[in-house]
C-alpha cells in the first residue's frame, strides 16, 4: 500500500487489430490508425477515461494546438523562407 503505478489500457478488439493478436504490444505500435487508451491512471488519477480526456474539452484543445502550429509555421516561413504547405 501507499506505492504509486501508472497503468495504460487499450482496447484491442478493434478491427484495426484483426490478426495482430499473436503479438499484442507490436499490434500497439504497428497497426491501427493511432492508438488511443481507453484508460490511463497516472499516480492514481484517472487521465483518460472512456478514451476522453478527464477535464478537457478535447475540441477546444485541438483548436488551440492547431492555432499554435500555424503560428509556428508562418513564423518559419517569415524568418527561413520556406513553406511548409503543400499547395
Do not use: H
Given at each position: 500500500?501507499?506505492?504509486?503505478?501508472?497503468?495504460?489500457?487499450?482496447?484491442?478488439?478493434?478491427?484495426?487489430?484483426a490478426?495482430?493478436?499473436?503479438?499484442?504490444?507490436?499490434?500497439?505500435?504497428?497497426?491501427?490508425?493511432?492508438?488511443?487508451?481507453?484508460?490511463?491512471?497516472?499516480?492514481?488519477?484517472?487521465?483518460?477515461?472512456q478514451?476522453?480526456?478527464?477535464?478537457?474539452?478535447?475540441?477546444?484543445l485541438?483548436?488551440?494546438?492547431?492555432?499554435?502550429?500555424?503560428?509556428?509555421?508562418?513564423?518559419a516561413?517569415?524568418?527561413?523562407?520556406?513553406?511548409?504547405?503543400?499547395?
Amino acid at each position: 500500500m501507499g506505492k504509486a503505478a501508472d497503468l495504460a489500457i487499450f482496447r484491442l478488439d478493434k478491427i484495426d487489430y484483426a490478426g495482430a493478436m499473436a503479438d499484442p504490444a507490436s499490434a500497439l505500435l504497428f497497426c491501427g490508425a493511432g492508438p488511443r487508451a481507453e484508460y490511463t491512471i497516472v499516480a492514481g488519477e484517472v487521465l483518460v477515461k472512456q478514451g476522453k480526456l478527464v477535464g478537457v474539452e478535447e475540441e477546444q484543445l485541438w483548436e488551440r494546438a492547431n492555432k499554435v502550429a500555424e503560428g509556428m509555421l508562418s513564423r518559419a516561413r517569415r524568418s527561413l523562407g520556406v513553406s511548409y504547405r503543400t499547395p
